[in-house]
T-cell receptor, first 118, second 113 residues
Framework: EADIYQTPRYLVIGTGKKITLECSQT?????MYWYQQDPGMELHLIHY???????EKGDLSSESTVSRIRTEHFPLTLESARPSHTSQYLC?????????????????FGPGTRLTVL | GDSVTQMEGPVTLSEEAFLTINCTYT??????LFWYVQYPGEGLQLLLK?????DKGSNKGFEATYRKETTSFHLEKGSVQVSDSAVYFC????????????FGGGTRLMVKP
């Protein structure tokens, strides 16, 4: 099972600030994902990655950007935060685990970052 | 495209009541099926999964059986506790599609003492 971490857990920030939400996993999974969860609970895939130097946009258009320079790290950046970005952001990983030599079709989620933009 | 439909909530039960949360899916082929649980203020946790027809996933007293003939994966628990209060998500994925998850809309369960 993956250990996946997100920091910060809570962030309150003013409009126009640049922010980076951190996501790290320790199992060496090749695939990673970012979801945005609205107050009505629905989950929207906004970014995913199939490996180092691979990033794709998800189903929901987002002004955020992501990078995948290392297998274990998948940060999400907002260049200029706005109140419309207020949401819960969830990171997940799955796939081939280089550290264990196995593959899983299960996505394992981090604890989430709750972002509030004033 | 693929889709997952689960019963709308909130579902409100008394402690020790029987729980069923219905989940049906539409997909081409035979996906893996999942139930995730989200406690207040937290991320999603895998509750159980099934990868082929007639498989039964179980964990913490919860069960769900992969029914190909009815394209269903209903979640059940014989006796709920207050600590089971959470949001439950049904989902499917195909291993050859990047493990992308298609989620249902989520069902909020509230258990009263």
């Amino acid at each position: 099972e993956a250990d996946i971490y997100q920091t910060p857990r809570y962030l309150v920030i003013g409009t126009g600030k640049k922010i980076t939400l951190e996501c790290s996993q320790t199992m060496g999974h090749d695939k990673m994902y970012w979801y945005q969860q609205d107050p009505g609970m629905e989950l929207h895939l906004i970014h995913y990655s199939y490996g180092v130097n691979s990033t794709e946009k998800g189903d929901l258009s987002s002004e955020s950007t992501v990078s995948r320079i290392r297998t274990e790290h998948f940060p999400l950046t907002l260049e200029s935060a706005r109140p419309s970005h207020t949401s819960q952001y969830l990171c997940a990983s799955s796939g081939y685990a280089s550290s264990g030599g196995y593959s899983t079709d299960t996505q394992y989620f981090g604890p989430g970052t709750r972002l509030t933009v004033l | 495209g693929d889709s997952v439909t689960q019963m709308e909530g909130p579902v409100t039960l008394s402690e020790e009541a029987f729980l069923t949360i219905n989940c049906t899916y539409t997909a081409t082929g035979y996906p893996s099926l999942f139930w995730y649980v989200q406690y207040p203020g937290e991320g999603l946790q895998l509750l159980l999964k099934a990868t082929k027809a007639d498989d039964k996933g179980s964990n913490k007293g919860f069960e769900a059986t992969y029914r190909k003939e009815t394209t269903s994966f209903h979640l059940e628990k014989g006796s709920v506790q207050v600590s089971d209060s959470a949001v439950y998500f049904c989902a499917l994925s195909f291993n050859n599609a990047g493990n992308m998850l298609t989620f249902g809309g989520g069902t909020r369960l509230m258990v009263k003492p």
